[in-house]
């Protein structure tokens, strides 16, 4: 059984096409709705539609980890919810593991749109997954014992997802499941120039590379992301 995992905040208007999504695929799979304090009823909307709900405050990286400690599955997978799952995707994940040979993986990437900055980014989380280098919007799965063995995901305010990829890299082979990506949303880039979304990612990394707190970092970032949301809001006035 595959314990699926979906860090929410504000999300109700994609919820149900994603767990219903989930449903379909059959297989008695586990869905765990983890609630960062939503303000649109994601969490009612979620047990309306009859699946686990958890609350977790920390940013994402606490909701995965209190969702990872519910999860009663062989195989853990961290899905986003605002990205979209193959109608096929849980059952490449139980393929790919049959053989107990491998620790986990995640999904190739496709971005939502046709910007021309949307299609490089494609081009470029193809390469750095070639090196081993992965997201959570990747959906990410890794199997339960494993988890365990490399201490779970830690809580951490940001980068949550780095530092997870990073461990089970360390912890056995993966694998990236090509034949059926997922399709992530692109929104958090838009109204952005990609020398800014460049700088940011790499600013970031450093910092964390460097041993800046992620508490730190999250509020810089969140920072950041507020005073771009004002400045949209002041250019519709």
């Known amino acids: 059984m595959i314990s699926v995992v979906i860090p929410v905040l504000n999300e109700a208007a994609r919820l149900e096409a994603l767990i219903g999504g989930l449903r379909r695929q059959g297989g008695g799979h586990e869905i765990i709705v983890v609630d960062g304090g939503s303000q649109d009823g994601s969490a009612d909307l979620a047990r309306s539609l009859g699946v686990t709900v958890m609350t977790a405050a920390g940013g994402r990286g606490g909701q995965l980890a209190a969702g990872a400690g519910q999860a009663s599955g062989d195989v853990v997978l961290f899905l986003h919810a605002d990205t979209?799952?193959?109608?096929?995707?849980?059952?490449?994940?139980?393929?790919?593991?049959?053989?107990?040979?491998?620790?986990?993986?995640?999904?190739?990437?496709?971005?939502?749109?046709?910007?021309?900055?949307?299609?490089?980014?494609?081009?470029?989380?193809?390469?750095?997954?070639?090196?081993?280098?992965?997201?959570?919007?990747?959906?990410?799965?890794?199997?339960?014992?494993?988890?365990?063995?490399?201490?779970?995901?830690?809580?951490?305010?940001?980068?949550?997802?780095?530092?997870?990829?990073?461990?089970?890299?360390?912890?056995?082979?993966?694998?990236?499941?090509?034949?059926?990506?997922?399709?992530?949303?692109?929104?958090?880039?838009?109204?952005?120039?990609?020398?800014?979304?460049?700088?940011?990612?790499?600013k970031i990394h450093a910092l964390y590379h460097l041993g800046v707190a992620p508490e730190r970092l999250a509020r810089s970032y969140d920072s950041g992301r507020q005073s771009r949301a004002s400045l949209t809001r002041q250019e519709w006035r």
Not at 142 to 159: E, K, N, Q
């Open 84 to 202: 979209g799952f193959p109608e096929d995707g849980l059952a490449l994940i139980e393929a790919k593991l049959a053989d107990g040979k491998l620790a986990g993986g995640n999904f190739a990437i496709h971005f939502e749109g046709r910007r021309l900055f949307v299609r490089a980014l494609n081009r470029f989380y193809a390469w750095i997954r070639r090196h081993g280098l992965y997201y959570g919007d990747s959906a990410i799965f890794v199997r339960s014992d494993v988890l365990d063995a490399i201490g779970g995901i830690r809580p951490l305010a940001l980068m949550e997802d780095y530092d997870l990829s990073r461990h089970l890299e360390k912890a056995g082979a993966t694998v990236c499941i090509h034949e059926s990506p997922v399709i992530t949303s692109s929104r958090r880039f838009d109204g952005r120039s990609a020398i800014a979304i460049v700088w940011e990612w790499l």
